[in-house]
């Protein structure tokens, strides 16, 4: 009899249910449904922000969970994962307080300011490790303190642990995703209650921190009812790039891009390093699975090249894009990392605002993929710099590993062999860390051993 494991696994721009089976020692993976996704604007007294649908998200979990039951193939467990720091405030009835705002949101930007008058950036990052950015959690959180929104709140779920609740009725928060609030310390792995009681954070809102592998609870009668049968949550490491990693079939300490909407490039490591030096470089150190660290920094990533296509009415497919850059080769470039690409009113125009002219379509994808592989360049240079390790392979993995002229342009710039694939590795990973809760595998480097014989995995 074959066990199915069902990852639903939901980025900023998509999601998809994947169903995962073992046999012969292969991971056969099956798609059986998959939505769109992205945030929405609402405007209220405070103006205009933008946030998550969760309840439309729910719905689309129960959509899969449905085509799963109608394909015959019950899973034995599922598990949700998603981006990182966004989550739910709950009141004492267990509802939503005020929605789910998303990260490109710029609330925090006076909360930011007034956290650091209590904790300094500095002492934050030799507690947590976690990089600096403007919408980690511990700094939308105070934008909460400061709008009122905090008063009632019962319980701080991160999105996907809402997403377990609703489907349980059972609360647990996972270990990997809860590292990216820049709130659990790097030493303990637990919440660092100073952090928390210097901001006026109630300590009660958030609970033991569980990890992958852990099982929630049995799918509610109301869940059951509706989807057709019962199964039960186990967690996956459920933040998308802690799942991402443990599917990249790595030996030893090979440096990895998990390629998406955000591009992720790092290293496995036993322990976080929370120096002044790593500070300065910029790079985070975000749980993973045995007590590991992923040492690595956030890069913009593809939601560049995404808007843009938005923008051209979809009317071009990625593929289509990268080809159109390799045959419009240009010299202008852009950092990639700059605020003023996170959340703009039209990537397009503050693309070639950057660039001090208007491009063309091909021009435009080509400056988006030649100035993301010089920043993976420059970060893999600052990487080897940090852990003084000198490295000849990187592994790109998630969806952004199918840009070949992409990943041309990263080999080029690094000088590295490039190792690319799978193109689902978040799902994977999802479906390993739910395979070994049931003891179906053992380790992860046996789960990366069967990615590593299950899917096509290109070099170059």
């Known amino acids: 009899m074959k066990n199915y494991y069902l990852a639903i696994d939901i980025g900023a721009s998509s999601g998809r249910h994947i169903l995962g089976h073992l046999e012969g020692g292969r991971l056969i993976a099956e798609e059986i449904y998959r939505f769109s996704n992205g945030p929405e604007t609402r405007t209220d007294a405070s103006g205009r922000h933008l946030v998550w649908n969760a309840d439309r998200l729910f719905g689309e979990i129960l959509a899969g969970l449905k085509k799963a039951g109608e394909a015959g193939k019950i899973p034995l467990s599922v598990g949700v994962d998603t981006w990182g720091v966004d989550y739910v405030l709950l009141d004492k009835d267990d509802l939503p307080i005020g929605g789910v705002y998303c990260y490109r ?8 300011p007034a956290v650091h008058e209590r904790l300094s950036y500095a002492e934050l990052y030799s507690r947590t490790g976690i990089q600096h950015q403007p919408f980690n959690t511990v700094y939308q959180l105070f934008d909460d303190v400061q709008s009122g929104r905090m008063r009632g709140a019962k319980s701080f779920l991160m999105l996907p642990d809402y997403f377990h609740f609703r489907l349980t009725g059972k609360k647990r928060r996972e270990y990997t995703d809860a590292t990216t609030t820049g709130m659990v310390n790097a030493r303990t792995h637990v919440w660092d209650e100073d952090i928390l009681d210097a901001l006026g954070y109630d300590r009660s809102l958030f609970g033991e921190l569980s990890q992958p592998g852990t099982e929630t609870g ?25 799942s991402a990693v443990l599917a990249a079939p790595l030996r030893g300490r090979t440096p990895y891009i ?107 994808a080509y400056c ?24 000849d392979t990187l592994n790109i993995i998630g969806g952004g590993s199918k840009n070949e002229f992409l990943n041309e342009l990263t080999a080029k710039y690094t000088g590295k062999k ?16 739910q395979m070994a809760g049931a003891g179906e595998i053992c380790s992860v480097a046996e789960g990366r051993e069967i990615i590593r014989n299950s899917f096509d995995i290109r070099e170059l």
């Open 418 to 433: 490039i190792v690319a694939g799978p193109a689902e590795g978040t799902a994977l990973g999802n479906i390993l860390m």
């Open 368 to 391: 988006i993929f030649n100035s993301l592989a010089k920043s993976y360049a420059e970060s893999l240079s600052a990487l080897e710099a940090l852990t003084g390790e000198r490295y």
């Open 105 to 112: 949101d710029g609330r925090t930007k006076d909360a930011i």
């Open 258 to 364: 998990s390629s998406g909407t955000w591009s992720l490039l790092g290293v496995e490591r036993g322990s976080a390093d929370t120096s002044e030096k790593a500070r300065l470089l910029d790079y985070s150190n975000e749980g993973s699975v045995d007590g590991n660290f992923r040492l690595q920094k956030n890069i913009m990533g593809l939601w560049m090249i995404q808007q843009v296509r938005h923008e051209l009415g979809d009317k071009y497919g990625f593929a289509e894009l990268a080809e159109m850059a390799r045959q419009n080769g240009i010299a202008d470039a852009v950092d990639v990392n700059d605020q003023r690409f996170l959340a703009p009113e039209s990537m397009t125009d503050e693309i070639d605002k950057a660039v001090g002219r208007r491009l063309s379509v091909g021009e435009r």
């Open 218 to 242: 049995a799918f509610s009668e109301e869940v059951a009812s509706a989807v057709g049968y019962r199964s039960k949550v186990v967690l996956p490491a459920t933040h998308d790039t802690a």
